[in-house]
């Protein structure tokens, strides 16, 4: 089914679908019968989530000329296209992110002090959570997350230092040997093609779309045991194995009327399904028990549904999980509910990937991840058991104005896991995770710190958060210690000017949990940003960057003054 067919079906049809496309081999385009329609600049981004934004804004402030592409018709990435309020470290509001990072922040919380009917103590409040989500410290609005990022951009995109292509998809490459020449985007809307050339690219897609294209080395799902040193590893590689996806989607809830959609077409089959994982699920996932994330053989049934028990504070629960409207912070009247964002294991997809599988297999499978979601709200609405009795909450409504669709689902899915660089320097757990680092250095738990770089190019902190895979594997949660961001996992084995710029940097299937989150993300896109910078005004490659001490040395400094970060303070692991 093409784009204009999910539109007539009063479906979300993501533009992301058009990538399933077969592309084109590199270089092909060159011989193609195109119009000759090209645009130049000095860095070309293609990718318009979090890590590409970050990239833009750092090179423009650089003095580079960007082009930036995106895929759907938002930038923001997981903040705003995934309707995923940001997951973050317990010291974000005082250290551990580039300055740029705590300037969207502020900006978020000051869209809402200016535009919105706050009452007096949340407009006071410092550290504004508009939603109040328990999982996030700023969970917010898609909406209010994009206007911040072009708050951010808009000087630079009026002065023409930053192109924006949305709804734009890379479709073929251009290379030399280890050199990539230009790459072909076409245009969702018109069909019509253009080839933007530039000395730097930047794969700041949400699956390292450009690794294919361009011939870059790359691995995907879980690594064997022998390729990365760790124990929790399988003996042999499962390229297919990788974290679920999640439609995500924006509900609130109406008490007295019924808002009750049609039963999904795949209803019967995902209200009986139980996951095939090791340890076992606990039963059927449509159901609020689910596998305890740090005791994946144990039941986890506490948390529970109440929109309005949660709306009163009465308990931390499912609808409390990811709100980002808490109607407390507004003055009475201002809202009739709380909305919140539903992504939880109960929507979290897993029968299979969608990365580098036959186009009607990754088809098959974004339809089946919205078809769980739509699922899981109509057992929500109809049969899910409540704590005072009875079933289901039919006041439940989906808000298709909060994600920017016409069926309240997000324009794309939220990717946990990308193909990844075969890079100059893999991250394995062995450098953050704590036991690991607590054996090699024979130190308490407080007193243990991750493995230092000396290419630091950045920081971070979360722990290895990874959810159910599509090779069924249950939960991985483990301690962390807080950790930086090696300039070498930044950097191809082979290819020269292509950069990583998100989730798809040298990290394993097990370290991609840490390194996957918003302010990482953001801090990985502004470094690689600054780095071409960098490259271009010296006239040396990113490897010879990182190989140079002396340039090494400079470009830290450099960055250091633009606000990123790159050491911790002592602090211990989480």
Same mark, same amino acid.
């Given at each position: 089914?093409?784009?204009?067919?999910?539109?007539?079906?009063?479906?979300?049809?993501?533009?992301?679908?058009?990538?399933?496309?077969?592309?084109?081999?590199?270089?092909?385009?060159?011989?193609?019968?195109?119009?000759?329609?090209?645009?130049?600049?000095?860095?070309?981004?293609?990718?318009?989530?979090?890590?590409?934004?970050?990239?833009?804004?750092?090179?423009?402030?650089?003095?580079?000329?960007?082009?930036?592409?995106?895929?759907?018709?938002?930038?923001?990435?997981?903040?705003?296209?995934?309707?995923?309020?940001?997951?973050?470290?317990?010291?974000?509001?005082?250290?551990?992110?580039?300055?740029?990072?705590?300037?969207?922040?502020?900006?978020?919380?000051?869209?809402?002090?200016?535009?919105?009917?706050?009452?007096?103590?949340?407009?006071?409040?410092?550290?504004?959570?508009?939603?109040?989500?328990?999982?996030?410290?700023?969970?917010?609005?898609?909406?209010?997350?994009?206007?911040?990022?072009?708050?951010?951009?808009?000087?630079?995109?009026?002065?023409?230092?930053?192109?924006?292509?949305?709804?734009?998809?890379?479709?073929?490459?251009?290379?030399?040997?280890?050199?990539?020449?230009?790459?072909?985007?076409?245009?969702?809307?018109?069909?019509?093609?253009?080839?933007?050339?530039?000395?730097?690219?930047?794969?700041?897609?949400?699956?390292?779309?450009?690794?294919?294209?361009?011939?870059?080395?790359?691995?995907?799902?879980?690594?064997?045991?022998?390729?990365?040193?760790?124990?929790?590893?399988?003996?042999?590689?499962?390229?297919?194995?990788?974290?679920?996806?999640?439609?995500?989607?924006?509900?609130?809830?109406?008490?007295?009327?019924?808002?009750?959609?049609?039963?999904?077409?795949?209803?019967?089959?995902?209200?009986?399904?139980?996951?095939?994982?090791?340890?076992?699920?606990?039963?059927?996932?449509?159901?609020?028990?689910?596998?305890?994330?740090?005791?994946?053989?144990?039941?986890?049934?506490?948390?529970?549904?109440?929109?309005?028990?949660?709306?009163?504070?009465?308990?931390?629960?499912?609808?409390?999980?990811?709100?980002?409207?808490?109607?407390?912070?507004?003055?009475?009247?201002?809202?009739?509910?709380?909305?919140?964002?539903?992504?939880?294991?109960?929507?979290?997809?897993?029968?299979?990937?969608?990365?580098?599988?036959?186009?009607?297999?990754?088809?098959?499978?974004?339809?089946?991840?919205?078809?769980?979601?739509?699922?899981?709200?109509?057992?929500?609405?109809?049969?899910?058991?409540?704590?005072?009795?009875?079933?289901?909450?039919?006041?439940?409504?989906?808000?298709?104005?909060?994600?920017?669709?016409?069926?309240?689902?997000?324009?794309?899915?939220?990717?946990?896991?990308?193909?990844?660089?075969?890079?100059?320097?893999?991250?394995?757990?062995?450098?953050?995770?704590?036991?690991?680092?607590?054996?090699?250095? +024979?130190?308490? /738990?407080? *007193?243990?710190?991750?493995? %230092? !770089?000396?290419?630091?190019? $950045?920081?971070?902190?979360? @722990?290895?958060?990874?959810?159910?895979?599509?090779? +069924?594997?249950? /939960?991985? *949660?483990?301690?962390?210690? %807080? !950790?930086?961001?090696?300039? $070498?996992?930044?950097?191809? @084995?082979?290819?020269?000017?292509?950069?990583?710029?998100?989730?798809?940097?040298?990290?394993?299937?097990?370290?991609?949990?840490?390194?996957?989150?918003?302010?990482?993300?953001?801090?990985?896109?502004?470094?690689?940003?600054?780095?071409?910078?960098?490259?271009?005004?010296?006239?040396?490659?990113?490897?010879?960057?990182?190989?140079?001490?002396?340039?090494?040395?400079?470009?830290?400094?450099?960055?250091?003054?633009?606000?990123?970060?790159?050491?911790?303070?002592?602090?211990?692991?989480?």
């Amino acid at each position: 089914m093409d784009r204009r067919s999910f539109l007539a079906a009063g479906l979300a049809a993501p533009a992301y679908w058009m990538t399933a496309t077969a592309a084109p081999a590199p270089s092909a385009f060159s011989s193609r019968n195109i119009p000759a329609h090209e645009l130049g600049a000095d860095l070309v981004i293609i990718g318009g989530g979090l890590g590409g934004c970050a990239a833009a804004l750092a090179a423009a402030r650089n003095g580079l000329r960007v082009i930036l592409t995106e895929e759907t018709d938002w930038i923001g990435g997981q903040l705003t296209q995934q309707a995923v309020p940001m997951d973050e470290h317990g010291w974000i509001e005082s250290f551990g992110a580039p300055a740029s990072y705590r300037e969207l922040r502020r900006r978020i919380r000051d869209y809402y002090r200016r535009n919105y009917p706050l009452t007096a103590e949340a407009t006071r409040n410092p550290v504004l959570n508009p939603g109040n989500g328990w999982v996030s410290r700023i969970a917010c609005e898609p909406r209010v997350g994009l206007a911040a990022l072009y708050e951010m951009l808009m000087p630079h995109l009026s002065a023409r230092k930053i192109t924006l292509l949305l709804e734009h998809v890379p479709v073929a490459a251009e290379t030399d040997g280890s050199q990539v020449k230009a790459i072909q985007v076409q245009d969702l809307q018109t069909g019509h093609f253009r080839v933007l050339r530039a000395p730097y690219f930047l794969d700041a897609t949400e699956t390292g779309e450009l690794l294919p294209l361009t011939g870059t080395e790359y691995v995907t799902g879980f690594e064997s045991r022998d390729q990365t040193g760790e124990p929790m590893a399988p003996e042999k590689a499962q390229p297919q194995n990788m974290q679920a996806i999640t439609w995500c989607f924006a509900i609130d809830y109406v008490p007295g009327e019924d808002h009750t959609i049609d039963p999904p077409e795949d209803y019967a089959f995902w209200r009986e399904y139980v996951p095939a994982l090791t340890p076992p699920w606990p039963g059927k996932l449509l159901a609020f028990a689910y596998s305890h994330p740090q005791k994946p053989g144990e039941s986890r049934e506490g948390l529970g549904f109440d929109p309005i028990a949660e709306n009163k504070g009465g308990r931390m629960g499912f609808w409390s999980y990811r709100r980002i409207i808490h109607t407390h912070n507004f003055v009475p009247g201002a809202y009739a509910s709380d909305i919140t964002i539903v992504n939880w294991p109960q929507n979290d997809y897993l029968p299979g990937s969608i990365i580098d599988v036959p186009r009607e297999e990754k088809e098959k499978h974004l339809r089946g991840a919205r078809q769980l979601s739509l699922s899981l709200l109509y057992w929500l609405q109809t049969e899910a058991p409540r704590a005072g009795g009875g079933t289901g909450w039919p006041g439940l409504r989906l808000r298709p104005d909060i994600t920017g669709t016409p069926d309240g689902l997000a324009k794309y899915p939220y990717i946990r896991e990308s193909r990844r660089i075969l890079a100059e320097f893999t991250i394995t757990a062995r450098h953050v995770w704590a036991q690991a680092r607590m054996q090699e250095m +024979g130190t308490k /738990y407080e *007193d243990t710190t991750a493995a %230092p !770089f000396a290419d630091s190019v $950045g920081v971070g902190s979360y @722990r290895i958060d990874l959810h159910p895979s599509t090779g +069924g594997d249950n /939960y991985v *949660d483990l301690d962390t210690c %807080p !950790f930086q961001i090696p300039l $070498g996992a930044l950097i191809p @084995r082979r290819v020269e000017n292509l950069i990583p710029a998100c989730k798809n940097i040298g990290t394993t299937h097990i370290t991609n949990g840490t390194y996957r989150l918003h302010p990482v993300e953001w801090n990985i896109g502004e470094s690689a940003g600054m780095l071409i910078a960098y490259c271009l005004e010296k006239k040396e490659s990113p490897r010879g960057v990182r190989n140079t001490d002396a340039l090494l040395r400079d470009f830290q400094n450099r960055l250091v003054a633009q606000g990123v970060e790159i050491h911790w303070p002592k602090i211990t692991p989480r």
